[in-house]
């Protein structure tokens, strides 16, 4: 009996691969009216993937499906989504080493290409503060202003108009220097550039007195002193040269006799180096030291000169140096710079 039955399942298993060679549509779970190429075709065609683009071309969701019953699905897991995280991403940048470190130089450091560091706390540093020289085009002097003080009120301008004015600077000894006016019409300011009619220009060291004398309509004079003018150092341009003109007495003491500049002095020689710092460096220059003997001036022409050596950075043979002497009111240092 057992044997019957198992012969009957192997002949049943064998009819059904046969028709199956034979009609392949036949199998459990495919469609019988469709032809065989066609349901293959069906099949994979449902087993691809299709992709659809968005309007800007990038693709979007993927739909994976399948058909023909529990034999046909596609089965799979979703692999977990992983999104690398930097905890440091804000401050990353700021870690980073700074490369403009490593091109870094010393504020101590001088290259051979530069006449003076950048730092200020150098004597080569041009210093406006210590300038002792206008920048002006020489002496002003308010001659309406003096007018109003001399008659003790302010005047109109039809007033003043009608006064007559002059404008005497006399020098120590009391000698006129320079003289300037006229009939009426005092003028609100006057520039003098401190040379007079005969060539001679105002000396540094030496005091100077301004009068104003004024004449009413009616003939009332007035007269009053201005100020004192006393400069320890006065810039003047010649023919030859720019000269700069320096007080003795405060380089080299009261007497004019020491041989080193003085500490008093050096503001007053800073001065004048700053000034050639700004607008003639490079040019040559020279020393020129009228003191008692032609010995002391040539101490004091060479400690000058080595001052402005190590000031202006220049080479030794850039700066000449001359003496020669003088009486005590004309004794003075000058420094004439070649520009000429």
């Given at each position: 009996m057992t044997r019957t039955i198992l012969a009957l399942a192997f002949s049943l298993t064998l009819t059904a691969a046969a028709a199956a060679q034979q009609n392949p549509a036949a199998l459990p779970g495919m469609d019988s009216g469709a032809s065989a190429p066609a349901a293959q075709a069906s099949?994979?065609?449902?087993?691809?993937?299709?992709?659809?683009t968005n309007a800007q071309g990038m693709p979007t969701e993927v739909t994976i499906t399948g058909a023909g019953g529990s034999a046909a699905k596609v089965g799979g897991q979703k692999p977990p989504l992983a999104i690398t995280v930097d905890p440091f991403a804000t401050i990353r940048d700021d870690l980073k080493p700074d490369p403009s470190l490593l091109l870094a130089v010393s504020p101590l450091t001088v290259s051979w290409q530069k006449t003076h560091p950048d730092f200020l706390d150098n004597q080569r540093v041009v210093e406006p503060w210590r300038t002792s020289f206008g920048r002006g085009p020489g002496i002003v002097f308010g001659v309406r202003k003096e007018l109003d003080r001399a008659v003790g009120r302010h005047l109109s301008g039809q007033e003043a108009a009608h006064y007559g004015w002059t404008l005497t600077v006399a020098d120590e000894a009391g000698r006129v220097f320079y003289r300037s006016g006229g009939p009426d019409s005092p003028p609100a300011?006057?520039?003098?550039?401190?040379?007079n009619e005969d060539g001679e220009w105002i000396r540094a060291g030496h005091s100077y007195s301004a009068v104003y004398s004024f004449t009413a309509p009616d003939g009332s004079p007035y007269t009053i002193a201005g100020d004192p003018l006393l400069f320890h150092g006065i810039v003047h341009q010649e023919a030859t040269g720019l000269y700069i003109s320096l007080d003795s007495e405060a380089l080299?003491?009261?007497?004019?006799?020491?041989?080193s500049l003085q500490t008093g002095g050096l503001d007053l020689l800073r001065?004048?180096?700053d000034l050639i710092k700004r607008d003639y460096s490079g040019i040559p220059m020279s020393v020129r030291v009228y003191a008692a003997t032609g010995s002391?001036?040539?101490?004091?022409?060479?400690?000058?000169?080595?001052?402005?050596?190590?000031?202006?950075?220049?080479?030794?043979?850039?700066?000449?140096?001359?003496?020669s002497a003088a009486p005590f009111a004309d004794q003075r240092v000058e420094i004439v710079v070649l520009n000429r």
């Open positions: 099949q994979a065609q449902a087993a691809q993937p299709s992709a659809v300011e006057i520039v003098w550039s401190g040379e080299f003491g009261l007497d004019k006799s020491a041989q001065s004048a180096a002391l001036g040539q101490s004091q022409a060479s400690a000058v000169a080595a001052y402005l050596q190590r000031e202006l950075m220049t080479p030794p043979d850039n700066i000449g140096e001359e003496s």
